[in-house]
């Protein structure tokens, strides 16, 4: 793939619409309700499938943004550090934590020069962000590095298929009727395919032991519901009902996963 060909990303938004991060009609908060529901409970079945306690394990979150995943992971008891390039974001993140009494460690960096010493965390996370990133493999390798060992990596992307092209670009960012998005969030380019991701973790010291697609409602309803969404007519909320995002054998859109680092 030739590199100088890919259209230009617009990762500036993260600043630009931070404020919209916890606000239940924002845009940024779509995640919390429409990708959280399908996301989180794989988290919590393989945490204690691996009999992971909390109470006793540091989690990294590596692309924190405003906290919708922090805050869940520091509410089953982890220890949170989280980590991101918008400094916005991050305002709101930490304003956002105190205010429901959350004690969260939020950092300004990059995912591919972590400030962590070597073997830090037991928990490693990056959700919704390698998809946005076009060094993602140096990110995989800085995860790698501050996992200690037998530590944990949890993941979420986007696959580069023409499905996910067709529902994520094509209906959910351009189309007049049905966009939801704003321009440039996503890059089909920059999408991931499992083979891919999979070589990066195994290159990288880590072992992947599962992946998981996502179902979503059928394609009127989900047509129906993104109209409806672009006019206003139902919230966020409810957009994440009708979307119905929940773990699934289908890896065509986007897939969850996690790693494991040997001792």
Known sequence: MNVQTIPVI???????????????????????????????????????????????????????GGGLLAEEFAAMGFSVT??????????????????????????????????????S???????????????????????????????????????RTLFSKVVIVKLMQEWRLTRMTPPNLHVWEMFIKPTELVESLERNGLRNLDLSGLKLATPVTLLVALVQYRRGRISAAELGKRIGAKEGANLNVSYIG??????
Do not use: M
């Open 10 to 64: 617009d990762n500036d938004l993260y600043d630009r619409l931070a404020g919209t991060w916890w606000d239940e009609r924002g845009f940024l908060n779509l995640l919390r309700t429409v990708i959280n529901p399908w996301r989180l409970p794989y988290f919590q079945r393989v945490l204690s499938q691996q009999r992971v306690d909390p109470t006793t394990s540091h989690a990294l979150d590596v692309g924190c």
């Open 258 to 263: 996690y790693a494991w680092r040997a001792a």
């Open 82 to 119: 989280g980590i991101d390039p918008s400094r916005e974001s991050l305002s709101v993140a930490g304003a956002h934590a105190l205010q429901n009494g959350l004690h969260i460690d939020y950092r300004f960096g990059h995912g591919a020069a972590l400030p962590f010493e070597n073997e």
């Open 121 to 159: 965390f037991e928990i490693v996370y990056c959700c919704d962000v390698l998809e946005h990133i076009r060094n993602w493999d140096a990110v995989i390798a800085e995860i790698a590095r501050v996992l200690k060992p037998n530590g944990l990596f949890f993941y979420d992307t986007i696959n």
